[in-house]
């Protein structure tokens, strides 16, 4: 009974780590559909962007000699936030912006097929283009921290796991507090509550529609840089990676930051401490039936009734 309890303690610390990073993706997808209303199907693409571009930060420009192999990873990882945040703004600028905006938000169900179709083009495009680019040979980030865990009582805690928790929870703190008290961040919120309401009082809607995608993709390519220390991965981990962070919004809540976190929190306890009880291969099962059991009784989520719109 007592090494059971001491495994049960172990899966949830290690839920609570990998969930963090998780969360923090998750926020990024809850910012595109908040604001935009557009289901990015591309969204786990712009992970494994975020997942090359540190691991290229780190290797060919030399970010390990200068800053060590322990702080270089990090650094890398946040810088891959910038760098896709620019893709994806010049993305939406000339292609995603044709089929979203003002112009589009009173259009029937037609212009949310094209969105779909749009992003899974996008999706494909990524996808086929990192595997023309990077290769198909299964690489990560090598760090000390992945190999070396802190103990804490019973439980031991990887270090790089830990240091991707902290850092994830301060930026969705961040993000959330960005959102909900900075200038920038209300118009934000107006153009996602009522597009034709907030161009009225001179709020650029394609402007904030615009900032929300690269911070969207931005923040994702963080959590993917973060992971990429402590997995393998190549250019269709993506779509391992985009149900996942969907079930997260959902679970936390459509149109709420701090929700979304929770939600991917939520994924990521699951998903650790359902090996207690199944196979490793079940992993994702156990997700989704969590998933539909949060749903039945809570259709709007866990978090959507109290901070819907946050």
Same mark, same amino acid.
């Given at each position: 009974?007592?090494?059971? &309890? ?7 610390? @290690? ?39 540190? &691991? ?6 030399? %970010? ?55 992003? %899974? ?34 439980? &031991? ?26 200038? %920038? ?6 153009? @996602? ?82 090996? %207690? ?25 866990? &978090? ?7």
């Amino acid at each position: 009974m007592e090494a059971f &309890f001491i495994d049960f303690l172990q899966a949830a610390a @290690a839920g609570l780590m990998v969930g963090g990073t998780y969360g923090l993706m998750c926020v990024g997808l809850g910012i595109i559909f908040g604001v935009m209303r557009v289901v990015n199907f591309a969204h786990g693409d712009f992970m494994m962007l975020g997942m090359y571009v540190a &691991f290229y930060l780190v290797g060919l420009l030399g %970010l390990g000699k200068l800053f060590g192999p322990s702080a270089a990873p990090i650094i890398a990882a946040l810088a891959a936030g910038p760098i896709v945040y620019l893709v994806g703004i010049l993305l939406h600028r000339y292609l995603i912006a044709r089929v979203t905006g003002a112009k589009v938000v009173s259009a029937d169900a037609e212009g949310h097929y094209t969105q779909i179709i749009l992003t %899974l083009g996008v999706s494909l495009i990524l996808q086929n283009g990192g595997l023309i680019l990077f290769g198909s040979l299964p690489i990560s980030i090598q760090t000390p921290l992945s190999r070396e865990s802190w103990e804490w009582g019973p439980v &031991f805690v990887n270090q790089a796991r830990t240091v991707s928790f902290v850092i994830a929870v301060v930026l969705a703190l961040g993000l959330y507090f960005f959102l909900a008290r900075s200038r %920038l961040g209300k118009a934000l919120r107006a153009a @996602a509550d009522n597009p034709v309401a907030a161009s009225y009082v001179g709020v650029d809607v394609d402007r904030a529609h615009r900032l929300a995608f690269g911070l969207g993709v931005g923040i994702t390519a963080i959590g993917g840089g973060l992971m990429a220390s402590t997995q393998t991965f190549q250019p269709y981990i993506g779509f391992d990676f985009v149900i996942v962070m969907f079930a997260g919004v959902v679970l936390g809540g459509l149109g709420s930051i701090l929700g979304a976190f929770w939600g991917g929190l939520t994924i990521g306890m699951v998903q650790q401490m359902s090996t %207690l009880v199944l196979p490793h291969q079940l992993q994702n099962t156990a997700i989704f039936v969590v998933f539909l059991l949060i749903i039945f009784f809570w259709p709007r989520g866990m &978090f959507g009734r109290t901070w819907e719109r946050t």
